[in-house]
């Protein structure tokens, strides 16, 4: 199954993204849905996150084409690369978070989880990002394959990031999850 995803991927990259972004922004709401205690906020909060999730994606396109990504030749796969990681980053953390700045900072720049939903946020977002980097070093090599084509390759580093940061999230959460400062 995994080598049918990467060979519809790699076969199809402008038609494989748009479908690989719809699936996980549809995963990251019911997850969001399932997290939401109280009902009547969802409207507006349904905005929010949509919020979050456009200008994660405008931080992450700008940020993409600066580390090198092709501006004029591939501005539609460059725009759902960034649309996917920010579905695959913001989306959830601003699914948790919400409007809570100190929550993201104590997060993101102070790498400082404190409930088990935190650490595994913090772990699938530095590894969506860290597998998205480690993807992107086979572009440069000259192999011709049909897989090296930009964005493929960052793309599949992302979704497995994405896993493996997931996995590791729950991990933690499982194995260091009666530690006192872990309060969720």
């Not at 972004?21 to 709401?29: E, I, Q, R, T, W």
């Amino acid at each position: 199954m995994l080598f049918t995803f990467v060979s519809f991927v790699a076969s199809n990259p402008r038609e494989s993204l748009p479908i690989l972004v719809a699936f996980y922004a549809l995963l990251s709401f019911f997850v969001w849905i399932a997290h939401r205690k109280d009902r009547e906020s969802q409207v507006s909060s349904i905005g929010d996150v949509l919020t979050f999730t456009l200008i994660g994606s405008a931080c992450f396109h700008v940020l993409t084409v600066l580390f090198g990504a092709p501006f004029f030749e591939y501005v539609k796969l460059t725009f759902l690369y960034s649309m996917l990681l920010s579905v695959l980053t913001v989306t959830p953390a601003s699914v948790l978070l919400g409007h809570n700045s100190q929550g993201w900072i104590r997060i993101f720049l102070k790498t400082n989880p404190r409930t088990r939903s935190e650490c595994i946020l913090l772990g699938q977002c530095c590894c969506t990002l860290l597998g998205t980097w480690l993807g992107a070093a086979a572009i440069p090599l000259d192999w011709e394959r049909p897989w090296q084509v930009w964005p493929i390759p960052c793309v599949l580093g992302a979704c497995a990031g994405h896993l493996i940061g997931l996995g590791a999230g729950l991990a933690v959460w499982i194995l260091y999850g009666k530690r006192k400062h872990l309060i969720d």
